[in-house]
């Protein structure tokens, strides 16, 4: 079997600060308002008086007696309490390699093109054959309609209008639209949504926006099954179709918001991308996610790079989708063609409200 070696590039370990915490009483509460931090597991805790001088370091699971720790006299409200993930390291790319030594300058250069000031990390290997067939076999689509579940017959078929505000508000905040005619103002609120006046300025940007991605879109749906109108659906609801859409809790990423746990459900039921998936070992299946999850999100990129990322990479968001129906269907083969898709929907945000969002 021929391998593939898999090679991690990441930044210089550096500490990230997480949040600074300025509290009269440590409780829960006021640690969850001000720092989004789920386990302290692994992180520091470095004491500063108000002026920002520093007093002390601590590992983060020594919190609740830092007064003591830190042998503080004052109370605590005369302190700054800043949460840091020390020594962190950001995945900046991964390069696949025919040899296992390391990966040549040109190697790099050739699939990371811009990425510098990195270190090398072996990240295992997988097999280099590709044509591994879906767990399940690619769903038929219905004839061509107009229906969200419906096969599309073109990609004009997938042109939308809507409005997006989020996305005008990012436009306008990098400097991709030009707002001139609103009496002074930016024409975006801090929070980088449009204002009314900035959206006017920006709706034919948005439009071409939205429909940049239509053909493929409908390429991508075509070759795995998958309704072109509802994968379209989706990415609007999940990021308005900006590739730079911030993470939310659960770290997801990119134009669908992937999660970890979509990574693994891609992984575990479309066989093709990792064969060797499910006989690995937890800490090789997180590599393999890391690796996959490059698909889905341009690091470093400049807009340009990440939107041709996208086109090139949209089977992927399609494979994703005909994974969750994958999975749908075998653990209830009673669904069959729209309800198969609306499991799927459901399964891939955790909520059924998110299917109601979906369809209306």
């Not at 040899?99 to 300058?105: M, V």
């Not at 270190?119 to 590709?130: E, H, N, Q, T, V």
């Not at 609801?237 to 999660?259: A, C, H, N, R, V």
């Amino acid at each position: 079997m021929t391998l593939i070696f898999l090679f991690a590039l990441l930044s210089t370990p550096t500490d990230r600060i997480l949040c600074d915490l300025w509290t009269r009483a440590l409780t829960q509460e006021a640690f969850d308002a001000a720092c989004p931090v789920r386990a302290l597991e692994g992180l520091r805790v470095d004491v500063y008086s108000l002026d920002m001088q520093h007093l002390c370091s601590k590992p983060a699971q020594s919190l609740p007696r830092i007064l003591q720790d830190c042998n503080l006299n004052a109370a605590l409200d005369q302190y700054i309490l800043r949460i840091v993930q020390p020594a962190q390291s950001d995945l900046l790319c991964m390069v696949e390699s025919g040899h296992e030594a390391a990966p040549a300058p040109e190697e790099i250069a050739a699939q990371c093109p811009g990425v510098s000031d990195y270190i090398i990390k072996p990240a295992g290997s997988r097999a280099a054959a590709d044509e591994t067939p879906f767990a399940c076999p690619v769903p038929s689509l219905p004839p061509i309609g107009l229906g969200l579940y419906d096969a599309t017959g073109s990609a004009d078929d997938l042109v939308t209008y809507d409005e997006l505000p989020l996305l005008a508000g990012k436009l306008i905040w990098f400097g991709h639209v030009n707002v001139t005619t609103c009496e002074g103002a930016s024409g975006v609120t801090p929070q980088q949504v449009a204002t009314p006046c900035g959206y006017l300025s920006a709706y034919d940007d948005v439009i071409a926006w939205q429909n940049q991605f239509n053909a493929a879109i409908l390429s991508a749906g075509q070759t795995y099954g998958v309704p072109a109108r509802l994968l379209k659906r989706m990415m609007m609801i999940e990021s308005q179709l900006w590739p730079f859409y911030d993470k939310g809790e659960d770290g997801e990423i990119g134009i669908m918001q992937i999660t970890d746990n979509g990574l693994d459900t891609l992984l575990r039921w479309d066989r093709a991308i990792d064969p060797d998936y499910l006989a690995r070992d937890e800490i090789a299946r997180a590599w393999s996610r890391n690796v996959t999850r490059d698909l889905f999100h341009c690091q470093g990129c400049d807009i340009n790079r990440a939107v041709q990322a996208i086109k090139v990479n949209m089977p992927y968001y399609a494979r994703m989708l005909a994974a969750f129906r994958c999975r749908a269907v075998t653990l209830n083969p009673a669904l069959t063609g729209a309800d198969a898709w609306r499991q799927a929907v459901v399964d891939f945000n955790g909520s059924p409200e998110y299917l109601l969002k979906v369809e209306q």
